[in-house]
């Protein structure tokens, strides 16, 4: 399936990979999930939704149709039903007398910290929903949001949802640039954002990406609203700039939710696809909240009166969406939420919290983990860790080592981990073992929930059989699953339905074992998986040669110990052009800018070539070999065979 000889390796690795973890008979006999979910499931996948959608969520008016895919690729599903999900994520909590449970425990990275109940975030969703029509959003408007994570993000997701107009989440760690077209793409008709955030000991800024944004083009953009947190200046646009503190903080906290229809739009997600164009990954609301709710009870086994959750994620990626706001919420937990990084002020920071909060469900990234092994066993050793009781992986493959470390170091060697895969597309957990019901392997993601169809196929698109391996695909129309590509109907058939006719195509390399467990092996397109971030090569490779100095740029996505991969672009500057000292510098610098500095390269070779086929075809699995040290594959397809010489001496250059 890819000549990338890694992936064979790690695959042999994988394969040896014979340890086992049975569910424990204490653990059995408490479980949410039970084996008998599978057969149900297996029998009739729609009626099991429906029950799923009708046990897990209240509808204002119920719904008699449970599928219609009658027009594929465009799943309806619950369609003739209404709900309003920030409703279901708050007031029906209140109103069944929950409203003292502690929703959000928030720990503000210097130290500061608020509780938020129900009845709070009642309060609070309420009054944002107020101030939002009062600034002019209507239902069906879309607003973008580029916020830290505090309080306010979650509030200011639920409150459009609340009002039924779709958020588009801007992850903090983007550019002015990347903002910029993401709002322009959406028409936004508001942005929220805030003055900055706390991160690594110090106040960051954001508010002047959000003005940058603004005064790169026009845009629908009527309003700014702007939360308060770190209290550092800002430039203010009289009549377009509102504080959250103004405008919420005044406004009633009585509101009434908008009831939509199950298919109503709940939210744009941008990703990174094999193109230069980020993909506005668009969900709706029914079906995206079922799943939610279903997968967040049975995966991580929430018992919502007594356990603790902790997801590290930020909500500007899907794992913030899906398992810190819809999914948690509408199961009613109580959760941490943390603003800032891992080691601040110290190593140990994330686990003072999970020993402050007694946390007992931990939902992380493998590059999170295989960071806290290469710092060392003494900072989570400091800590009383007991009250954890399952511990999730997301983002990428964990390879067995970390899941290892993960379950001995972290889960004192008792926890069941949940590895789930999924993607922001697929809007919930697709694949995962069930906590008291699977015997775990270390690595594996292991088997499709209940109500889930997944499989692995060859190129022609037949599954294979146990053992082989091939492309991951989902087989059946799930109820979570992206509804397109916001304002391009043919690049979603194009991207994700046209590899295999009538079955979805998710990008990932996979392999089945012995008794037909998946194993995840990375992506198999031009997107790269950097600290669990999706990252394109052909975006970045774009900016730079955005920059007037690059004539032409390759970027390889290398296999990185703790990050997973490290992005590393060869160049080749335009004539005239020397590498003089700073180039570089300047050109990571670059990079972020156009789209923010979680894409800057780790390493930039200058060249003079690159390696390209004789149809001029880059030959990025050359540049790999180079960028890992490797010996370079067969490179008998080149124009030019020296052509790799030179550049395999260029790599050990210090950068
Ligand atoms: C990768 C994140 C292996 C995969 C939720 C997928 C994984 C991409 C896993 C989606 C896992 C996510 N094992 N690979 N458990 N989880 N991936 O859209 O390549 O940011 O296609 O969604 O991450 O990334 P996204």
């Given at each position: ?94 109103e069944a007398g929950h409203g003292d449970r502690v929703a959000i425990h928030f720990e503000g990275e210097p130290g500061d910290t608020r509780t938020l109940t129900y009845a709070d975030l009642q309060r609070e969703v309420s009054r944002a929903a107020n101030a939002l029509t009062a600034l002019g959003v209507q ?496 490179a008998t397809t080149l124009a030019d065979a020296s052509v790799m010489d030179l550049i395999a001496q260029g790599i050990d250059k210090p950068a």
């Amino acid at each position: 399936m890819t000549e990338d000889s890694t992936t064979s390796e790690t695959l042999e690795n994988l394969l040896t990979e014979d340890r086992r973890f049975p569910p424990g008979a204490d653990f059995v006999t408490q479980a949410n999930a039970h084996a008998e979910l599978y057969p149900w499931a297996a029998a009739d996948p729609a009626g099991f939704w429906a029950d799923q959608a009708r046990e897990l969520l209240t509808w204002q008016q119920p719904f008699t149709e449970v599928l219609d895919w009658s027009n594929p690729p465009v799943a309806r599903w619950f369609a003739d039903g209404t709900l309003n999900a920030c409703y279901n994520a708050v007031d029906r909590h209140v109103e069944a007398g929950h409203g003292d449970r502690v929703a959000i425990h928030f720990e503000g990275e210097p130290g500061d910290t608020r509780t938020l109940t129900y009845a709070d975030l009642q309060r609070e969703v309420s009054r944002a929903a107020n101030a939002l029509t009062a600034l002019g959003v209507q239902t069906g408007d879309r607003v973008a949001i580029y916020l830290p994570m505090i309080p306010e993000a979650v509030v200011a997701l639920l409150a459009c949802a609340r009002i039924g107009a779709p958020h588009s989440v801007v992850f903090g760690g983007f550019s002015a640039e990347a903002l910029h077209t993401r709002i322009e793409d959406a028409d936004a008709k508001l942005v929220i954002t805030a003055d900055g955030g706390y991160r690594r000991g110090a106040p960051s800024a954001l508010k002047p990406a959000v003005d940058d944004a603004l005064a790169k083009g026009p845009t629908d953009v009527a309003h700014v609203l702007v939360v308060r947190r770190t209290g550092q200046d800002v430039a203010w646009t009289e009549g377009r700039d509102v504080w959250w503190h103004d405008a919420v903080d005044n406004a009633s906290d009585q509101h009434t939710p908008v009831w939509v229809e199950a298919e109503h739009p709940l939210f744009i997600l941008y990703t990174s696809g094999t193109t230069g164009k980020p993909k506005g990954i668009f969900h709706t609301t029914g079906g995206y909240l079922a799943q939610c709710a279903y997968s967040h009870l049975n995966v991580f086994d929430l018992k919502p009166e007594t356990d603790v959750y902790w997801c590290t994620a930020d909500v500007g990626w899907v794992t913030g969406h899906s398992y810190i706001v819809y999914g948690p919420l509408t199961n009613g937990a109580t959760q941490v939420m943390y603003e800032g990084t891992p080691d601040t002020p110290g190593r140990d920071r994330w686990w003072e919290i999970v020993e402050k909060y007694r946390v007992s469900i931990l939902y992380t990234a493998p590059t999170a983990i295989r960071t806290c092994m290469k710092w060392g066993e003494e900072f989570p050793a400091a800590h009383d860790l007991s009250s954890l009781r399952v511990l999730g992986s997301v983002g990428e493959p964990i390879n067995p080592e970390a899941w290892m470390w993960y379950r001995r170091v972290i889960g004192g060697d008792r926890t069941p981990i949940v590895d789930t895969w999924w993607q922001t597309e697929t809007g919930a957990i697709m694949i995962s073992p069930l906590p008291g019901v699977t015997t775990l392997k270390p690595g594996s993601a292991q088997t499709p929930l209940p109500g889930i169809a997944a499989d692995v196929v060859d190129d022609e698109g037949h599954p294979v059989p146990n053992g082989g391996g091939g492309y991951l695909v989902l087989t059946k129309p799930w109820p979570a699953m992206l509804r397109g590509i916001w304002g391009d109907l043919e690049r979603f058939k194009d991207t994700y339905w046209s590899r295999f006719s009538g079955i979805y195509f998710a990008g990932d390399g996979a392999k089945k074992d012995e008794d037909g467990d998946i194993w995840l092996l990375g992506r198999v397109d031009d997107v790269m998986n950097v600290s669990g971030h999706r990252l394109s090569t052909t975006e970045i490779e774009s900016a730079l040669v955005s920059h007037p100095s690059v004539a032409e740029a390759a970027v390889v996505g290398a296999t990185d110990e703790t990050t997973g991969q490290a992005v590393v672009a060869f160049v080749i500057l335009r004539g005239g052009n020397e590498e003089v000292e700073g180039t570089v510098a300047e050109l990571r610098a670059h990079v972020a800018k156009e789209i923010g500095p979680i894409a800057k390269p780790r390493k930039i070779l200058v060249v003079q070539e690159l390696p390209k086929t004789r149809s001029g075809k880059i030959m990025r699995r050359l540049l790999r070999d180079v960028a890992e040290h490797r010996a370079v594959g067969d490179a008998t397809t080149l124009a030019d065979a020296s052509v790799m010489d030179l550049i395999a001496q260029g790599i050990d250059k210090p950068a």
